[in-house]
Nanobody, 125 residues
Framework: QVQLVESGGGLVQAGGSLRLSCAASGRTFGISTMGWFRQAPGKEREFVAAISWSGGATYYVDSVKGRFTISRDIAKNTLYLQMNDLRPEDTAAYYC??????????????????WGQGTQVTVSS
């Protein structure tokens, strides 16, 4: 089993920045891909970004390219999402997820084995 705990959410004005963190514990040696998803009220969970845990290759949804950066610190078993130039439409609960398969480029939530509890990001206009 892998446990994931997110932190770093909050309230920010449009144009501001936040950095989310996701600490992984447990059987982390089996992780191949990690990702960030978000879910706004009344909407489906949406893929945001993913990273190959060993190689560091990244993949983003078009709406965040150039504004968000996904990264990881293998020594700390921690995943990050640096979010710049935030917009009101970025408001959502953000979740980190881990998969034991190489699924970089595939954004379906069902492909991920483990999920965190989520952290709220609210962007005011």
């Amino acid at each position: 089993q892998v446990q994931l705990v997110e932190s770093g959410g909050g309230l920010v004005q449009a144009g501001g920045s936040l950095r989310l963190s996701c600490a992984a514990s447990g059987r982390t040696f089996g992780i191949s891909t990690m990702g960030w998803f978000r879910q706004a009220p009344g909407k489906e969970r949406e893929f945001v970004a993913a990273i190959s845990w060993s190689g560091g290759a990244t993949y983003y949804v078009d709406s965040v390219k150039g504004r968000f950066t996904i990264s990881r610190d293998i020594a700390k078993n921690t995943l990050y999402l640096q979010m710049n130039d935030l917009r009101p439409e970025d408001t959502a609960a953000y979740y980190c997820a881990a998969s034991t398969r190489n699924i970089l480029g595939l954004g379906a939530p069902s492909l991920y084995n483990y999920w965190g509890q989520g952290t709220q990001v609210t962007v005011s206009s």
